[in-house]
């Protein structure tokens, strides 16, 4: 399997290859040259970890099979995920919650997260790398968390990680400055999340400390969504959970399921798209957005516009303006990169491009869009809760009405992505639950507990009792010093 760039398919380039660069050299993304087909059937009756291992043969031809068998196990074997991987939870009448937040840090980043690192590394030594890779993460919260966890430990990988100086919650700073491990390291960046953002940008783009690092066999990588070794490990669940969907009669065998995703950068979607054209009889991809519903418009528009207010909300991993996963998705469906070359250079230049009408019909055909706002989240939350006796986060909540808001148009079973644990966010959903006052997140914990019955997951229970062992705050100015001596 050879993979291509969305900017100029003349490219062709090993996985191994797309893996350790990231973004092709044209600014481009990385996508498979052709869909595997695979036959749904195959997949009826195995574990986690072979779902796993079939889908990665498929895209991963120049890795070592014995290497992929022991890394998925490694990832998502039966201890792995308290047990739950891919767990699929029954709400309602046509209605499945996939919940994907039963890893190490309590979000569906996990799924890559625990495996994208072990490929990583196993890629540099296809590529006979014998360098130190170090990977700088900036992030507004769960990314960092789930960076560390995956890369701690890994031999030949640094890696640093920056977030806002007060602009996380306290279960995602504890979370990270808790963090076990030699080779890793947590910084607060005095300023908000675009200060942090822009000093590790600015570190990517400097040729002078890229030249000092290679001299001492050193290179710079991020941990970011747009890289293939994250978004492959996101196929595997359409297919775990649509056979686990067949196997409790939830769907006849061959029938179309709808798959409903709090979307933010488009990546855990994507995904879905690829399950598709592999040959997984998904019916419609209902893109779940937040107030910052630029996808719900585009979905109604096929214009992408990023010229409007940026809102912080209750679901903040899907807080984003440029979703930059779309951009695979245009390339597949056009097959046209310079097409695709020219939409991207528009929105950066002028802030939105659209689509011709032929091209937008097309992707209409499969996705749809819908928002919701935290009011209308918070109220989500509740009625789940008062009619299923099902407690889901934030992000969930946001999927759940755009499943509601889609389901009558669509007669096919519908499985929700559950993205994040309740107790990630305890004070919101909480709140919705109709109890304010909170003194902490902890104290939100135990009370919604004491409220719902459903257990705290132990790593966050267990965060307050932890070393904290990073409390550096440092200025932006600071990184590319902290990127040379990591
Ligand atoms: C990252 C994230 C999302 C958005 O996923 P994308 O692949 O970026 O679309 C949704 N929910 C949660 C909890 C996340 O952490």
């Known amino acids: 399997m050879e993979y291509t760039s969305t ?18 050299p044209d600014g481009g993304l990385f996508v498979p040259a052709e869909f595997p087909r695979v036959s749904p059937e195959a997949f009826y009756g195995l574990t986690y970890p072979q779902t796993a291992e079939k889908i990665l043969r498929l895209f991963l031809t120049d890795y070592d099979p014995a290497f992929l068998k022991t890394a998925v196990e490694q990832a998502y074997g039966a201890d792995r995920f308290s047990g739950k991987a891919g767990f699929l939870a029954h709400v309602e009448e046509r209605l499945w919650s996939l919940e994907l937040w039963h890893g190490p840090t309590c979000a569906f980043k996990d799924y890559a997260l625990q495996l994208m690192p072990k490929l990583f590394v196993e890629a540099k030594k296809n590529l006979g790398d014998t360098g130190t890779t170090k990977i700088l993460v900036a992030t507004s919260g769960d990314t960092g968390k789930a960076a560390l966890a995956g890369y701690a430990g890994l031999p030949g990988i640094r890696i640093a990680v920056f977030y806002p100086d007060a602009g996380t919650s306290e279960v995602q700073r504890l979370q990270m400055a808790t963090q076990e491990g030699e080779n890793v390291a947590v910084y607060a960046v005095r300023g908000n999340f675009d200060d942090t953002q822009t000093g590790v940008k600015r570190v990517f783009a400097d040729l002078a400390l890229a030249e000092r690092l290679a001299q001492k066999n050193e290179r710079l990588s991020s941990a970011n969504s747009i890289n293939w070794g994250r978004l492959v490990p996101q196929i595997i669940y359409y297919f775990y959970s649509y056979a686990q969907l067949v196997a409790q009669n939830g769907v006849a065998a061959g029938d179309a399921v709808d798959y409903c995703i709090p979307t933010g950068n488009f990546g855990d979607i994507l995904a879905g798209y690829y399950a598709k054209r592999m040959g997984l009889p998904v019916g419609r991809l209902i893109c779940a957005s937040n107030r910052n519903n630029v996808l719900t418009e585009f979905l109604a528009t096929g214009r992408y516009d990023v010229r ?129 006052g909170a003194v902490d997140e902890f104290d939100a914990m135990q009370r919604l507990m004491k409220k719902t019955n459903v257990p705290v997951p132990e790593s966050l229970a267990s965060l307050r009792e932890k070393d904290v062992r990073f409390t550096d705050v440092i200025g932006k100015n600071e990184i590319p010093q902290i990127a040379f001596s990591l």
């Not at 003349?10 to 973004?23: H, P």
Request: proline share 5%.
């Open 7 to 24: 900017r100029d398919d003349t490219l062709r380039v090993s996985a191994s290859e797309a893996i350790v660069k990231g973004l092709a």
């Open 308 to 436: 409007r207010p940026f809102y912080k909300t209750e679901s903040p991993s899907m807080d984003i303006l440029v979703s930059s996963n779309l951009e695979r998705l245009l390339y597949h469906t056009t097959q046209d990169a310079a097409a695709v070359a020219a939409w991207m250079a528009q929105l950066t230049q002028d802030g939105f491009y659209t689509l011709p009408e032929d091209v937008l019909s097309q992707i209409r055909e499969i996705f749809l869009g819908a928002c919701a706002d935290d009011a209308q989240g918070r109220e989500e939350i509740r009625v789940r809760f008062a009619q299923n006796s099902y407690l889901c986060d934030t992000h969930t909540a946001v999927a759940f009405c755009a499943a509601r808001t889609a389901m009558p148009t669509t007669a096919s079973p519908c499985v929700v992505f559950s993205t994040a644990s309740p107790y990630k966010f305890p004070c919101a959903v909480l709140g919705a639950l109709g109890e304010e």
